[in-house]
């Protein structure tokens, strides 16, 4: 018999600000929730309380060994008293699933349990009852609620019906209840009023600090909500601001296990955001660990540049910085990592050096061509002066032979070296750069010498750029056959031709060629477009030379990726063209 409330209505907001719909909304289901919460505990409580005074009421008969007691009107009386608790109590968790409005619920409960509370005090002697503290409980009920004056007028109401009462029983304007033992009128006027004064002021002093109570709950409740509110919108700010970053953000423990990460870094690494929580990131890039370790548990890691490896085996090339991460204390308890993908900027910038590079070298190629060319001449016609004089021996016959193809390997070299440093003229037009790759590939495999070489070309129709024809056969075929001098034992040349879409509606024209040959090293991988640079014997090293130097001049890119052992592709692409 215990009184039960929910929160309180709606409240003023003190500080003066209106809280937003969405914040409104969530603090109301909070509340709703929380009274709810509230109701079911005091309903247990109160079930408690019954069954505790329902023992003691059985406890006292058997210990004066007067159970027949029990099945007296009086003891009727009260066992009908705790069935009506019990039922009540049934039908009130009955209609919690039904209820909307917590408040009007709990006051529903408080009246009553506060007449229960009255007739039970009448029963037990009104002023002289020893269950007159149970007003006190339905005080302290609404006092742990956020209500500011509900423990007042819970206080106020329950110290009228406690004289009312006592002085309707005293004055025998109650009748009694049968087999009742203490009346009301058993006592002096002085113990009346000594025994009202005395609850009374029980009453008033509890529903006093209970007010207080509800006071400081009903601010501290305020100040929660604020604070929480706070902490959201910061909470808010901070994911908002990661989650802009262009750039990748992790958070990792001291052992490197990611703690938390931003959606730019799972686009470089190419890793799921669910999946990699928890993962060691150097799982992902290998070179971070040492740069982790040099630093020291409590220094930061200055900028340096580390590969990582992408789940698809392509590496990306990372600018990493790191910096401690720190709790509340001080305590460092792992680190915040921040790097950004230079692979694209590294290979800008490799392809504007090669191009300088080769633009060097390419116009000093062209006058020292042009000045062996023309002695070269000379030479090669003193040569067939000599073959053709008479006298001559087949010795000297053979001498001369060795002259001339030596002296002709030169005039090929040089003429290579001259379409490299200044390429022929041709004038441009559309080309199906499908139908360019599928001729050159059929030619090919006429001319193949090693018929352990497969031939796969798979093209798109229609994907058009504006080139010299010639010039660009010379660039597939120039592939194609170090794709094949790559493939010693036989293997596949697969050619590729495919559109590729970008951002603003733009698209390239992309021709990859590859082969599962022996593939590139890594230090010869930064020399391959170099002039007079080879790994093949007899080779001039001036074929990817001219490769990547008609792609630059048809405004195009040109990528290697290799693998030791596996095989290497180069991806060409072109401003796409409408055919």
Not at 312 to 334: F, Q
Request: charged content about 20%; some cysteine; glycine content about 8%.
């Amino acid at each position: 018999m215990v009184a039960v409330a929910a929160t309180d209505e709606p409240r003023d907001d003190t500080s003066g600000k209106a809280l937003t719909a969405r914040g409104e909304r969530a603090s109301q289901d909070r509340d709703l929730k929380e009274s709810l919460r509230t109701i079911t505990y005091l309903m247990l409580f109160r079930v408690g309380l019954a069954t505790m005074l329902l023992l003691a009421v059985v406890a006292t008969a058997v210990g004066e060994h007067r159970l027949d007691s029990l099945n007296g009107p009086f003891a009727r009386f009260a066992f009908a008293l705790l069935t009506t608790t019990y039922v009540a109590t049934l039908a009130y968790a009955l209609a919690l699933k039904r209820v909307r409005d917590p408040v009007r619920f709990a006051y529903v409960q408080i009246g009553v349990d506060l007449a229960q509370i009255s007739l039970l005090v009448h029963a037990t002697g009104g002023a002289q009852s020893g269950y007159a503290f149970l007003f006190l409980v339905d005080v302290v009920a609404v006092a742990l609620l956020p209500k500011r004056y509900g423990a007042a007028y819970v206080a106020t109401v329950s110290v009228l019906l406690m004289i009312g009462v006592a002085l309707a029983g005293y004055l025998h304007l109650l009748p009694p209840v049968p087999m009742q033992t203490v009346m009301p009128w058993d006592l002096t006027r002085q113990e009346l009023f000594s025994r009202l004064a005395l609850n009374v002021a029980g009453i008033v002093s509890v529903g006093a600090l209970g007010m207080n109570l509800s006071t400081q709950t009903r601010r501290a409740g305020e100040r929660l909500l604020k604070q929480q509110q706070a902490a959201g919108n910061l909470a808010l700010l901070h994911q908002n601001t990661i989650r802009c970053l262009s750039s990748g953000l992790v958070t990792v423990t001291m052992d490197g296990a990611i703690t938390s990460i931003n959606e730019a870094a799972c686009e470089i690494l190419g890793i799921g955001q669910t999946s990699a929580l928890g993962q060691p990131l150097a799982q992902r890039i290998p070179g971070l660990s040492s740069a982790l370790d040099e630093a020291g548990p409590v220094g930061s890691v200055k900028r340096q540049e580390v590969d990582a490896i992408l789940p698809d085996g392509s590496v990306r090339r990372l600018g990493v910085s790191a910096a401690p991460l720190t709790d509340h204390t001080g305590e460092v308890i792992g680190r915040v990592i921040h790097f950004q993908d230079l692979t694209e900027l590294r290979r800008m910038q490799r392809a504007v050096e090669r191009s300088e590079r080769l633009a060097t070298i390419g116009r000093l190629a062209a006058g020292i061509a042009h000045e062996i060319r023309n002695p070269l001449a000379s030479i090669s016609g003193s040569v067939e002066v000599l073959r053709s004089s008479p006298g001559t021996d087949n010795e000297s016959r053979q001498l001369i032979d060795i002259a001339v193809r030596e002296v002709d390997r030169l005039d090929r070299l040089i003429t290579d070296l001259l379409d490299y440093a200044r390429p022929r003229t041709e004038e441009r037009q559309p080309l199906d750069l499908g139908e360019v790759a599928t001729e050159i590939a059929k030619a090919f495999e006429q001319e193949k010498r090693n018929a352990d070489i497969r031939m796969v070309v798979d093209a798109e129709d229609g994907v058009g750029i504006e080139g010299a024809s010639s010039q660009l056969r010379q660039v597939l075929w120039n592939l194609i056959r170090n794709a094949a001098d790559a493939m010693p034992k036989g293997g596949t040349i697969r050619i590729q031709v495919m559109r590729e879409e970008k951002t603003g509606g733009r698209s390239d024209s992309a021709l990859s060629v590859a082969d599962t040959g022996v593939g590139i090293s890594k230090e010869e991988m930064e020399r391959i477009f170099e002039p007079f640079f080879s790994s093949k014997p007899g080779g001039t090293g001036l074929g990817l030379a001219t490769v990547a130097r008609i792609v630059e001049d048809h405004r195009g890119t040109i990528d290697t990726a290799s693998r030791p052992g596996e095989g290497t592709t180069f991806t060409l692409r072109f401003p796409s063209i409408p055919l």
